[in-house]
């Protein structure tokens, strides 16, 4: 076969070859742009995004406002006032409005899915759901509980309160929604008779924990009290004992611990693994009311409605970079549900001074009796419990 061809063929030839190769070219830049646009993205979004998201979903769960809605709220306090503990029960123990009942979580971008408990319990039927914490723990597992036996007011039930572990099942259902106490999630022992918060130590608590199918930690609060408050005696790091340390240091040490122990532990293909993020206090008036306080505000007394908008004007807490930093150096990073943000605007839902039988003498003294670091039920919890329902199922 012979190669040759005639001029005009020949050129044709040619001018074919060249544009050929001018398309691979532009194709070639264009690819290179792409990946390197894409390796851009990736970095910026790495560098920018606030906290880990394991969630796929398009929706901005934890960015919105907060909306008044007349069908709020879920439940009434009078349907179970022997799940929800009296300094939680608002309503019982007198406080003389109601408005904070009446808002709703509205995403930025999308529609929560409204609670369905039955649901709940169809698509949990079989399964446990464990929460693991403190007191702020507690308070979502009760709001929990209230809000699936709301939706089936027949359904027979048992409920067993202890020390560190607690009990509620939904019988015909398999369902068991539990608490375990654990306030720094690390283990804390007495040895000689002094408390010893064990940084790197954590089996005592969390054998309990193992066979749950749904896990809800949360810690935090403890890690800052002093004096009186204060949950130990010492801590206990690297087999050195500390009379104190940095805060920040010790729950960063006391977190990385339980992500080692869940990364060892916990089957994620199984186990539906989540942290709650940091709840905030509202203390401090000058954070929502531009520096002015008058004699009812000089922390959450007599706060009946969230800060409007979707930001707050005050401080975010400084424990959430300690979170973010250990959640983001997980192998299976645990769900971060993040309420920091969308809390710190309901600086009406704390108890205040309705937090159980307190004495007229300390109602009559809301500066030092004010509860603002709980929330009432029902209220706040109830939302967090919704995130929760539609980051399981949704």
Known sequence: MSLACSQ??????????????LVLLQTKIATSALIMSMRNHHNNYHHRRPMVRTNQSTCALFLGSWVRDES????????????????????????????????????????????????????????????????????QWESLICMVSSSVPQAYTQMSRGD??????????????SFYKAPYLVDIDVVQGKRVLRLEEISGNANAW?????????????????????????????GTYYQDMDRLVALERGLGTWAKWVDANID???????????????????????????ATTKNCYGETAPVSGSTYPGEFPDQMRVVDTVIRGMQNPAYLLDITMLSELRKDGHPSIYSGDLSPQQRANPDRSADCSHWCLPGLPDTWNQLLYTALFF
């Open 268 to 294: 994620t293909t199984r186990t539906r693994v989540f942290f709650q993020s940091i709840s905030p206090t509202h203390y401090n008036p000058s954070e929502w009311s531009t520096g002015t306080t008058t």
């Open 164 to 177: 560190p572990f607690s009990i509620f099942k939904f019988s015909e259902y398999d369902v068991t929604i």
């Open 210 to 238: 193992r066979n749950a199918d749904v896990l809800m930690f949360n810690t935090g609060h403890w890690w800052s009290h002093k004096g009186s408050l204060q949950g130990w005696d010492y801590m206990e790091s690297g």
């Open 72 to 139: 709020y709220p879920l439940y009434q306090s009078s349907y179970c006032p022997t799940i929800i503990d009296a300094e939680f029960n608002c309503q019982m123990y007198g406080r003389p409005d109601s408005e904070y009942l009446k808002y709703r979580w509205q995403p930025l971008n999308c529609e929560l899915p409204r609670f369905n408990g039955l649901e709940f319990l169809l698509k949990m039927r079989g399964k446990s759901m464990m929460f693991v914490g403190d007191s702020l723990g507690r308070n």
């Open 8 to 21: 005009s063929s020949c050129n044709r030839l040619a001018s074919c070859f060249a544009v050929f190769f």
